[in-house]
């Protein structure tokens, strides 16, 4: 696959996409119109940053944490209410790519200077604020992991989660994740909290097609 090294010439094509968005939420919900349109654009974020990305894998998170309407048990009016929510999402994601890559355009030393830590963020930053926790920089997932681990107080307890979060985000994200692996931490996470548990839950779900026996 052609690495896309011009910068403009990525932002027109990212905004091509976001033009489709709503001919594509018109459409029957997780349809052939919008799968096709959800490789395309995931295919593009791979020529502009790599395969594997961060930015691929954060699209591919956006407006999912809240929503379980893919199964085909639940109502059609609950299907349709959270695909748009979905749509607007990786709209909302796509918009703040642009933001970056146009960020990059004006100094283009921005992405080289800084290094990042383990949620895709540069390590000077306070991992657990609340502004850093609704940075573009992160995907969904991230923000989910944020929220739980932000909350923590116990030092032994931040850190067995950070272990066990990181290493559930980071199966989850192989091309090929392994069950055996993942149930570990999901058990961890499943005693640890309900509520914890069902905000991970549904990018687990996202994921699910891929994950090895």
């Known amino acids: 696959m052609t690495h896309i090294e011009d910068l403009d010439a990525a932002i027109q094509l990212i905004e091509m996409q976001l033009k489709d968005i709503d001919n594509i939420g018109a459409k029957v919900p997780y349809g052939l119109e919008y799968s096709f349109w959800e490789d395309f654009t995931a295919k593009i974020i791979d020529r502009i940053y790599g395969k594997d ?5 954060g699209f591919e998170q956006a407006g999912r944490g809240e929503c379980f309407s893919v199964f ?6 609950q299907r349709r209410e959270d695909f748009l929510e979905i749509m607007m999402c990786k709209k909302e994601y796509l918009e703040n790519l642009i933001r970056e890559l146009t960020d990059r355009t004006i100094d283009p030393d921005l992405e080289a ?9 540069p390590p000077k930053r306070d991992s657990y604020s609340e502004e ?20 923590i107080k116990d030092p032994t ?40 548990f ?13 994950i090895s026996d």
């Open 53 to 57: 990305s961060r930015q691929r894998h």
């Open 72 to 77: 085909d048990n639940y109502s059609e009016y």
């Open 113 to 121: 200077s800084d290094e990042i830590n383990e949620f895709g963020l």
């Open 132 to 151: 850093i926790s609704k940075t573009r920089d992160a995907s969904p997932l991230d923000h989910a992991v944020y929220e739980i681990i932000s909350k």
């Open 157 to 196: 307890l931040l850190k067995e989660a950070r272990l066990n979060l990181i290493a559930l985000r980071d199966e989850l994200l192989k091309p090929s994740p392994s069950w055996a692996k993942l149930k570990l931490n999901m058990i961890w996470l499943i005693e640890f909290g309900k509520e914890e």
């Open 198 to 210: 069902f905000s991970i839950l549904p990018f687990i779900v996202l994921y699910i097609r891929k």
